[in-house]
């Protein structure tokens, strides 16, 4: 099997706590606030990524690169707009997290400055306040601090640089925080949910001790789409930096945004960290794909849902030798179930950007058995194949081949059922499939009629057909005629319209450029119509 790299693994990490807070960032406005410098001039600066998926406790990061397919010799500056301290007296703590985004690759090295100018010169010559030589970097977010009391009463500048290192992969830093420890202070830390796809979701909230003095009770009220509870907490003794964590179950019924928030209620020394809101995006079981395929057919899979046909979507690519392996066995479960004209159909979904029409229709892998649709690479390949493969963790290592059968649900397609799916494939791996389509009660679709009928006697030959299929039919009075080939999907490949004609007739169809597979010929005269079945072979 093949791998497309989605991320790294999923790691865990700890929390450290603040009190009375002077500036904070946890980028997921991006980086407007800072000032990005290239020192080095190879056009790569700071930018923000969403971690999200790897480290459920933060989003968006600030991050540089050392190796971007090749290496890089990164000095990268991040520096903050101006920090007003003027009115602060005492204690005064400078945080932050940074780590290396791949674990076999994490000793990133950086610099911290802290200063009353943004100038680069000035801060490089009054000295880094922190230095990292990479000997302590993990692929774990790990909190720093720095005492910067010595700056209180002034207006500062703190600044990340990323520099003396090449060849290891990203530098991430996050929540950049400046503050006064107080006595008694809890935040909100985190709102988490534990997938994306809609139906009964778990929230998890956190609450930190910020202070010094241990927090045995206090309240939280938390809302979950407008549906607000309260959570009273009583003995749980949280020392400073402890967290607490509670959960809450909510049945969520529709796609798209869904505010969740919590708030401490009990009063203490910083309110100004007591409350945290986020949005949710939740998605439906099943995305809906509409695509044209790389004859010009166009495909809705909640249409062909809606009418009771199992779909089984093949992600693929050209480069890709397991994909073209399993084509053969996959067209042939496909042709022993109405070959796309019964009750499952498949379609091949490429998901390499160079794959266009023309790569794609050259992929003549299917054996001689059905050859189901075949769709060219577009991002909206991309976006269902990181649905099923992330958001519903079947496949977070990122291979192809990767599979997903559908149940329909006639009456709501995009909560159909997910019966099986698989990263890579084995022989026989089939098999299965086909005991999963026999468990699908719902799989009645019977596509357009394959019964033959006669209202006018026509003969097609040869059957099967290679590249040319000839109708000869008698027609005894003058009759407007209409010849039609329609392939299993009930699309249309070939059509032709002679009017008033009479008597004998001969009609060769060009079937060169059609892919194998069961066909419909059809003949319309003014008295009715006729069918044949007819088979296309390579």
């Known amino acids: 099997m093949k791998k497309l790299v989605l991320g790294m693994a999923t790691l865990l990490l700890t929390g450290v706590g603040y009190s009375q807070t002077y500036f904070s960032e946890d980028f997921e406005s991006g980086l407007g606030n800072w000032t990005l410098v290239d020192s080095d001039g190879d056009g790569n600066k700071w930018n923000t990524y ?141 709102i988490l949910v534990d997938g994306p796809i809609i139906g009964n979701r778990t929230f998890t909230f956190k609450v930190t001790n910020e202070g010094a003095n241990t927090i045995s009770n206090f309240d939280v009220e938390y809302s979950i789409a407008g549906n607000t509870q309260t959570k009273n907490v009583t003995g749980a003794n949280l020392a400073s930096g402890a967290s607490y964590t509670f959960t809450a179950s909510f049945n969520i019924t529709t796609s798209g945004n869904t505010s969740v928030s919590a708030n401490i209620i009990t009063t203490d020394e910083d309110m100004s960290n007591n409350s945290k809101t986020k949005i949710f995006n939740f998605y439906p079981t099943v995305l809906q794909y509409q695509a044209t395929d790389i004859h010009g057919n166009s495909f809705d899979l909640y249409n062909r849902l809606s009418q009771g046909q199992a779909i089984v979507l093949d992600f693929m690519a050209s480069w890709c030798s397991p994909c073209q392996s399993s084509t053969p066995a996959l067209s042939q479960f496909i042709q022993n179930n109405g070959s796309g004209n019964g009750k499952v159909e498949a379609l091949a979904i490429s998901v390499e950007p160079t794959d266009n029409n023309s790569v794609v229709a050259g992929l003549n892998w299917n054996g001689g058995y059905y050859a189901y649709p075949k769709f060219a690479y577009t ?148 008295n009715g119509e006729s069918v044949k079945r007819v088979s296309v072979i390579k």
């Open 50 to 190: 969403d971690v999200s998926s790897v480290y459920p406790d933060q989003a968006n990061v600030a991050t540089s690169a050392s190796w971007n397919g090749n290496p890089l010799t990164p000095d990268n500056w991040l520096i903050s707009s101006a920090i007003n301290l003027t009115g602060v007296t005492g204690e005064v703590k400078f945080n932050w997290k940074a780590w290396g985004q791949d674990p076999d690759f994490a000793n990133e090295k950086y610099s911290v400055y802290v200063g009353t100018t943004n100038n680069i010169a000035t801060l490089i010559s009054n000295g880094a306040s922190f230095y990292n030589d990479g000997t302590t970097m993990t692929g774990t977010p790990k909190s720093d601090t720095i005492d910067i009391s010595s700056f209180a009463g002034q207006t500062i500048y703190v600044a990340f640089r990323h520099h003396d290192v090449t060849d290891k992969f990203r530098l991430n830093i996050d929540d950049v925080k400046i503050y006064s420890p107080v006595d008694n202070d809890l935040s909100v830390k985190s």
């Open 379 to 526: 991002v909206d390949n991309d976006n269902n194949y990181y649905h099923y493969a992330v958001n519903h963790a079947f496949n977070e290592d990122g291979y192809i081949p990767f599979f997903v059968m559908i149940c329909p649900n006639v009456n709501d397609p995009a909560n159909s059922t997910i019966i099986k799916h698989d990263a890579g494939w084995v022989n026989g791996m089939f098999n299965a499939y086909q005991t999963a389509l026999n468990s699908c009660p719902s799989a009645t679709y019977a596509g357009i009629s394959m019964d033959e009928k006669t209202t006018i006697e026509f003969a097609a030959y040869p059957n099967p057909a290679s590249t040319e299929l000839n109708i000869e039919f008698t027609l005894d009075t003058k009759n407007d005629v209409q010849i039609s080939m329609l392939n299993t999907m009930g699309q249309v490949v070939s059509s032709q319209v002679m009017n008033s004609i009479v008597g004998d007739q001969m009609i060769t169809l060009n079937v060169a450029d059609l892919e194998s597979g069961m066909y419909i010929v059809k003949i319309k005269t003014n």
